[in-house]
């Protein structure tokens, strides 16, 4: 009587043990892609220019910074995003890890470079974009990419810039100055807010003529959707990065003394 009583627990046990056992009773792991034989490890972090994209593809075997910059500047390769009369791919670039051939030559590498930016910014509907032209979109992005630490930021910065420009305010972005001077540190200073050049964001008004970096889908997607909000300045809060923003100069100043007390400017 025992052994009929218990035989439907055993099968219901017998059934949620095959439910739950991977087929053949061993459990398969997918490994990540990598390299294949023949083939080096590419790494380009967020947030490069053109010409520390081209640092970086130096250290492959067989590869120099100047050859691979004179493929870039040379105006073979075209972004479907590049202005018909632009010669820049500067912010054109997607960053990303690339497995390359030893073999491939700095042709083939840019063009994976632009193809996969401009399939990234075709997923995402970046040819929509209305606010400002696809092309100045990817500008913003870049300047949100340089300037935002933290993800939740992005749209901030977007909305600060795009919030400036109706109002018809100088940008006074930093990362514009680093970009004009070839990188920071050591950080803008008084005198670089006063060199004349397209870049500098004090003294020129509007977007300046190229994007300043390469730029994620994050940034270009802040770009595109500003967050709605009227921050017109924003200045580090916080050691982790985050930006402290606000509407009025005067909270603006209160949020720079802040800043300063906690040594972080």
Known sequence: MLTVLLLPFAVAVIWFVLQISPQGGTTKTTAPPGPQSGEVNLFLRPGLTVSQ???????????????????????????????????????????DTYFVGTHENDASILRRLVNQFDQTADQIGLSGA????????????????????????????????????RLHMPLQVDATLCYLKGGCPPV?????????????????????????????????QAAMQPANVPYLYYVIGDATGKLAFSTTLTQQEHNVALAKQKGLL
């Open 130 to 165: 209305t606010t400002v032209t696809p092309y100045q979109t990817v500008i913003v992005a870049s300047l949100v990419q340089q300037e935002a630490k933290l993800p939740g930021d992005e749209p901030l910065v977007a909305a600060v810039i795009y919030n400036r420009l």
């Open 53 to 95: 994209i081209g640092d970086v593809v130096a250290t492959l075997p067989g590869h120099t910074k100047t050859s691979f910059l004179a493929q870039a500047n040379s105006g073979q390769i075209r972004s479907s995003y590049e202005p018909a009369t632009g010669k820049s791919l500067e912010g054109l670039l997607f960053p």
């Open 188 to 220: 803008p200073t008084a005198t670089d807010e006063k060199i004349n050049s397209p870049y500098n964001t004090y003294i020129i008004p509007g977007l300046p003529p190229t994007p300043i970096a390469s730029v994620t889908q994050a940034s270009l």
